[in-house]
């Protein structure tokens, strides 16, 4: 499994942009990256999945590098609702997640 | 994706008591797996539990302590068992589904388990 590393802790203000950096240097050619959001008392619900360049969906957008070797989680314009932990993983849908420390960021009105 | 239900949500139990854990699913998925998540901390995974075999169980986690039941394919139980205050955590299970690009896991809301 690639190791991720990404910051422990990110604040903003309502209407800004997140942007949080996932290093994973080790990816393999066949590794899928995925975000998580997690609130707190509640399990981690699945945010994106990008495998290159950029994905966007209703909630955020993934920028992937050529290398692969980072990856940027995107939040535009977050709201108090947006403050969580965001974990991002790296694997093949080989079922075995490892969670990392994940990112908590916190959003102020 | 999966609607995913656990009961109980919470529960608080007496050292050396045992608290089985219930987890349905939606729908019908071959893979669901079981983790823990102790108090600020990140998510462990226990074991994968695929219906019609053993549960297999990571390193650190044994079947006399975790057994783990997985009788249909939108059903399992995680058992705790002989419980310490170090086994106060949240356990949470999940499901993997295929999605566009590659596999997604969907997860319950948790369990939280306090031990005295």
């Known amino acids: 499994l690639a190791k991720t590393t990404q910051p422990i802790s990110m604040d903003s203000y309502e209407g800004q942009e997140v942007n949080i950096t996932c290093s994973h240097n080790n990816i393999a050619t066949n590794d899928y990256i995925t975000w998580y959001q997690q609130f707190p008392s509640q399990g981690p619900r699945f945010i994106i999945q990008g495998y290159k360049t950029k994905v966007t969906n209703e909630v955020a957008s993934l920028f992937i590098p050529a290398d692969r070797k980072s990856s940027t989680l995107s939040l535009p314009r977050v709201s108090l609702s947006d403050t969580a932990v965001y974990y991002c993983l790296v694997g093949a849908g080989d079922y075995k997640l490892s969670f990392g420390a994940g990112t908590t960021v916190t959003v102020r009105a | 994706s999966a609607v995913i239900s656990q009961k109980p949500s919470r529960d608080i139990c007496q050292r050396g008591t045992s608290l089985t854990i219930q987890c349905q699913v939606d729908?019908?998925?071959?893979?669901m797996f079981w983790y823990r998540q102790q108090p600020g901390q990140s998510l462990t995974l226990i074991a994968t539990?695929?219906?019609?075999?053993?549960?297999?169980?990571e390193s650190g986690f044994v079947i006399d302590k975790f057994p783990i039941s997985r009788p249909n394919l939108t059903f399992s139980t995680l058992t705790v068992s002989n419980m310490s205050p170090e086994d106060s955590s949240i356990y949470l299970c999940s499901v993997e589904l295929s999605g566009p690009l590659s596999y997604e896991q969907y997860f319950g809301p948790g369990t939280r388990l306090t031990v005295t």
């Open positions: 539990a695929n219906q019609g075999s053993e549960a297999t169980y």
């Open positions: 729908s019908q998925v071959t893979m």
